[in-house]
């Protein structure tokens, strides 16, 4: 993101200014929801929804990044890699005061109900909706934290030292399966 009025250039995964005058400062979390339309309608049947008449022609039917998704290819140089999984694997990314950690759509695949899980003596709730390919976390109360959906290489270009969440692990003491009434 770039601020025009402050000529800074903005992370979302680093929640600070990078450059520019406000260069340090903190983004306040917006929570939003990676989802299909379907989805979203069941859950917010009164949703309003952007109208596609911006004043600018795009067609707002085709995805532009559909080819760009498939391959490893990059559109700009980064600093720090990590072949464990595909550069584009969709993780969703969680923080608890200064600790991170990934947890990759390829482990979470066959997980059909939301988990708990603590990262840095937190315990949160992470849903998985596997039919919509989207994750979300939670508190204990239902309350959404900060965590979001990136691609694996932007996640750990910024957070190199991210914990990653397995699948194979699940059944260990700090993660338990729960019921859908979380999420």
């Known amino acids: 993101m770039y601020d025009h009025q402050t000529e800074s250039l903005w992370s979302q995964i680093a929640m600070k200014a990078l450059t520019g005058t ?8 917006i929570f939003l929801e990676h989802t299909t339309w379907g989805a979203w309608r069941r859950t917010h049947p009164d949703g309003l929804v952007l109208s596609q008449q911006t004043g600018y022609f795009r067609d707002y039917h085709r995805d532009p990044y559909s080819a760009y998704r498939q391959t490893e290819q990059l559109m700009f140089p980064i600093g720090l890699t990590n072949s464990q999984f595909h550069p584009k694997e969709w993780i969703l990314g969680v923080e608890v ?4 950690k990934a947890y ?6 066959n997980i059909t109900t939301p988990f708990r899980d603590t990262l840095n003596g937190q315990e949160f709730i992470v ?6 390919t989207s994750a979300k976390a939670v508190n204990v109360n239902g309350a959404p934290i900060h965590a979001f959906m990136a691609y694996w290489f932007a996640w750990y270009t910024f957070h190199p030292q991210t914990e990653i969440f397995v ?8 993660q338990e399966m729960i019921g859908s009434n979380y999420c």
């Open 22 to 29: 406000s260069m340090g400062k903190k983004l306040e979390p």
């Open 97 to 100: 005061k200064g600790h991170y």
């Open 104 to 109: 990759p759509f390829s482990e979470m695949g």
């Open 127 to 132: 849903c998985w909706d596997q039919e919509n």
């Open 167 to 174: 699948e194979d692990l699940l059944k260990s003491k700090d």
